[in-house]
């Protein structure tokens, strides 16, 4: 394959992103889409009802052996497809950070659990990423490979914590926060709106004090919302943090409210993200933020949208957004959650 043909596939799968997905999903059974969304999730991943998010257990096996990464179509020179895109595609932000790898999930049962092993960033683009990539351009033999994409045992699973964050207001109208993704900056989902925050798991330099979803969801608030820096390799020191500390500090007397609602797969490109919304009451919510910042390192931040059925409804059957992002919204709509 030359890397022109490689290039001219990259770009329709980018400019196509959505399109694809809708397709990709009709390929799997109706009882696996999440709320009527494209995501796909086995029952076991979906709670009938939110769960706080401090109840969810996480377990840390840093000796878990990695699964088998399979090849795919490359140009010339390149061992990887994480490779390629560096080469010939390199998006703005794009570095293989270590990441929190998915090893077992059940957020149905009583006890919600999570267990992981360590991982890369890149683990996900040389599967996910490109069986979208082969998706796109016709071929099958990686999704073939990979078969049930919800399946630790079939690939290695980065998982994104994404967060609808809705500002509080029962008197005059609750509303949350969409982002939409530049395809220069981001080497995945660009184009596509998604719920804001939205971030892979992974530690910043200390991998125990960072193995932790909520300390996860506070460092993406500051980078989305706040436009403040993520700075990777220094520690976070997240008790004399003050803006952690005042919204963790809101859990505690009920103003802040952190819930999952389930973890799901996208059709298209196997990104898996744990759903998760964050309900702040309005007065907590402007002392925290002020103005909400209109863009960031990986694309713009929309105004604040209503969260009402009309809302929901365009952004999940009508616009261009990511799988996690629609059924998010859908759930957090079923549930009231605003």
Request: hydrophobic share 40%.
């Amino acid at each position: 394959m030359t890397p022109e043909t490689w290039l001219a596939e990259r770009r329709h799968l980018v400019e196509n992103r959505y399109r694809l997905g809708v397709q990709a999903a009709g390929e799997y059974p109706a009882e696996r889409r999440v709320a009527g969304t494209p995501l796909l999730a086995p029952a076991h991943w979906i709670p009938a009802d939110p769960i706080p998010l401090a109840s969810v257990r996480l377990e840390f096996d840093p000796a878990a052996a990695s699964s088998a990464v399979a090849a795919t179509s490359l140009p010339p020179g390149y061992a990887s497809y994480a490779e390629a895109v560096t080469g010939l595609a390199r998006p703005a932000v794009f570095e293989n950070r270590p990441t929190y790898r998915l090893l077992d999930a059940d957020l149905a049962g009583p006890g919600p659990i999570l267990r992981f092993g360590r991982g890369s960033y890149f683990d996900s683009m040389n599967t996910g990423e490109a069986a979208a990539h082969e998706y796109a351009a016709g071929r099958d033999d990686l999704r073939t490979a990979i078969g049930n994409p919800w399946d630790p045992a079939r690939r290695p699973i980065n998982v994104a914590i994404s967060t609808l964050t809705i500002r509080s207001d029962k008197d005059r109208g609750s509303r949350f926060y969409l982002h939409w993704r530049d395809p220069s900056k981001v080497g995945h989902a660009g184009g596509l709106y998604q719920v804001a925050p939205s971030g892979i798991f992974q530690p910043t330099s200390d991998e125990t004090s960072d193995f932790s979803l909520w300390h996860n969801i506070l460092r993406e608030l500051s980078e989305e919302l706040l436009g403040r820096p993520e700075d990777y390799g220094v520690p976070v020191d997240y008790t004399n943090w003050p803006f952690a500390a005042r919204v963790t500090a809101g859990l505690t007397d009920g103003t802040v409210r952190a819930q999952c609602v389930g973890l799901g797969v996208d059709p298209l490109t196997f990104a898996t993200d744990l759903l998760t919304v964050l309900s702040i009451d309005a007065d907590v919510f402007d002392d925290l933020f002020g103005e909400v910042v209109a863009g960031n390192e990986e694309g713009r931040v929309l105004a604040p949208l209503p969260f009402s059925a009309a809302a929901v409804d365009d952004y999940v059957r009508h616009q261009p957004m990511q799988a996690a992002g629609a059924a998010l919204l859908q759930l957090a709509w079923s549930h009231q959650l605003g």
